[in-house]
């Protein structure tokens, strides 16, 4: 009996699988493309390169389309002159569902009050202002010292190698660890095994989110998860802090909501990742490019040259080089993808006016790494980086820049779209900048390979953020005397 029971419950899955399977497009909804294999649909391509995998998509079927994967039907918006009127509607298009998912799978955490928007309105109020200012003012003293020849273990003039992605990581993630963290654990020591376990995590996050980490994955992300929640357990964290900043105020407010000491460990290690996980690859990238470039690195390098004898708050401004490099940077490697859960069905409208149907149930997902940043028809030839990409003849910001005749309303979108920017933006630019000038002054830094290319991109991590490099570059460097 037990055996006609597994059949029978089998058939039942099966009837119930081809009968969701038997999913066909309505009236005005975005073209429908399921895949081959029965529910899995499009999963492994998407999962393995999403670049690769939407770019084919959006060249079979345009600008909007659906596509099934491991169960769940994905309609993609590749339109970026509409991205901010979809997304406005915060009710319909709902962005806290999919955000627990992932909360769970990759910090194991569980914020069920977890309210993204005000979360974010009060990131912004600390991320601005005067509190940036002093923000900034003490990520330069951080890293100001963390770059003295003791703290880099290294001798005035002593030639050492490393990977640049480690060397911009590594220096970044200490200094902003610092920052916005502000904690007793900060001599150097440890602060590097604080990065080498976050790191650690960092590499498998992607996995995570796609639950495919295999046993032994598993455990290095469970052991270095463990450990950082220790490290970074709320009460161990500066006194100072706790009232005025940032992290202060979102400690308190968990516990406001009475969220019990172990939630409140592993939302620290989440806050960890969303203020430090991008920023160290993005110097990474705009380094790796200067270098690999020599007529933008000697431009670069007159630039800031050129304001030495600025104070150093005057020093970050006026600087239209380096922001088009950055600017260039950002959209080759911010590929973050903007997740939505349908929460009934809805029209959205392009550009051109032309109307769709979202179908309750469905993800909608916004990817602007596609479009605007790497479409044809806005970017000429968008694979190549470009310095002044973003500078106008008369060294200007570039802002104009159009597709089929239409104004691009923005030609990249690093920070996310209007109802959803990166509170910490500012911070992360003064930071990158900052980092750039100080190893551009301070040390001599070349290539190992003078004929060294920049390595790939690692597909995987299309969708998190800014991109990470599949392998490193390998230099050569030694403080200045
Ligand atoms: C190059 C560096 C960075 C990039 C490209 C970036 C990009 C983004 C994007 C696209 C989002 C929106 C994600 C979403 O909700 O869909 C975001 C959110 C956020 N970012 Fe950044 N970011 C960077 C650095 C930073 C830094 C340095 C900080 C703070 C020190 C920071 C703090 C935040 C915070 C607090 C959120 C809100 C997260 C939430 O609760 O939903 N970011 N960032």
Known sequence: TLCRMWTALLLLGLAVLLLYARRTRRGNEPPLDKGMIPWLG??????????KFLTRMKQKH???FTVRAAGQYITVLLDSNCYDAVLSDVVLLDQTSY??????????????????ESEKKRAEMHFQGTALTQLCSSMQNNLQHLVTPSQMGLK?????????????????F??????????????SASLAEIYEEFHQFDQLLPKLARTTVNKEEKQIASSAREKLWKWLTPTRLDRKSEHQSWLGNYVQQLQDEGVDAETQRRAMLLQLWVTQGNAGPAAFWVLGYLLTHPEALRVVREEIQGGKHHRPEERQKNTPVFDSVLSETLRLTAAALITREVKQDKKIHLSNGQEYQLRQGDRLCVFPFISPQMDP?????PEMFQFDRFLNADGTEKKDFFKEGVRVKCPSVPWGTKDNLCPGRQFAISAIKELVSIILTRFDLELCDKNAKLPLVDPSRYGFGILQPAGDLEICYRIRS
């Not at 769970?104 to 009050?113: D, E």
């Not at 028809?377 to 030839?381: A, E, F, L, T, V």
Request: net charge positive; charged share 20%; aromatic share 12%.
């Open 174 to 187: 200490k200094t902003g660890y610092l920052t916005v963290f502000g904690t007793e654990k900060n001599n």
């Open 377 to 381: 028809q806005i970017h000429q030839q």
């Open 62 to 64: 345009g600008d909007i």
């Open 156 to 172: 005035v003039s002593e030639w050492k190698k490393d990977g640049l992605f480690n060397f911009c990581y590594s220096l970044l």
């Open 99 to 116: 955000a627990q998912v992932l909360m769970k799978r990759i910090f194991s955490l569980n914020l069920p009050n977890h309210n993204p």
């Open 42 to 51: 499009h999963a492994l391509e998407f999962g393995k390169d999403a670049a």
